[in-house]
């Protein structure tokens, strides 16, 4: 077994951003597309979602050209959080957090199930598989770069 040193060649590291960006892009165009061509009006903590996944599109762009090795110090800290909203919201959706914790609105609630695929998968999980799979490519980018 080798370790990985900094001298590592970015041909084994730069698809892992590639494919971050990606996730960030598709994550993206697929929340663009359930509001602005399904319909579906996104509650607060879609848009809070929104707010954490939508600069990793572009700070994913920025590090991959030249590759950057501190994309992942930009990078982690916001997909965290993200994934720290889309969990609290998919606990919503469970029914675990009670109503009077729950930023929901009449328009827009945040319990309500708008879209559900397969019969279990539902907006708020796509965020958390989104914001896992980044989160998990950024620490395996994270430890092929290290010193």
């Known amino acids: 077994m080798t370790i ?9 590291t730069q698809p892992l951003i590639f494919t971050c960006w ?3 892009t598709t994550a993206t165009l697929g ?11 996104p509650c607060v903590l879609c848009w809070y979602q929104r707010i954490f996944m939508y600069p990793l599109v572009v700070i994913f762009l920025v590090g991959l050209f030249p590759l950057d ?5 930009y990078a982690f800290p916001i997909a965290l959080i993200g994934l720290g909203f889309a969990v609290y919201h998919y606990l919503v959706y469970s029914g675990y957090i009670p109503e009077n914790l729950q930023p929901c609105d009449k328009d ?3 319990a309500e199930i708008n879209l ?3 019969g279990f998968i539902t907006i708020p999980m796509l965020s958390i598989l989104s914001y896992t799979a980044i989160i998990v490519l950024l620490l395996i980018f994270r430890n092929r770069t290290r010193a």
């Open 69 to 73: 090795r501190s994309v992942f110090r």
């Open 31 to 41: 929340s663009l597309f359930f509001s602005e061509v399904m319909g579906l009006k």
């Open 22 to 24: 990606l996730i960030a």
């Open 108 to 110: 827009a609630s945040c």
């Open 4 to 12: 990985p040193t900094p001298t590592t060649p970015p041909n084994t």
């Open 116 to 118: 559900e695929l397969f």
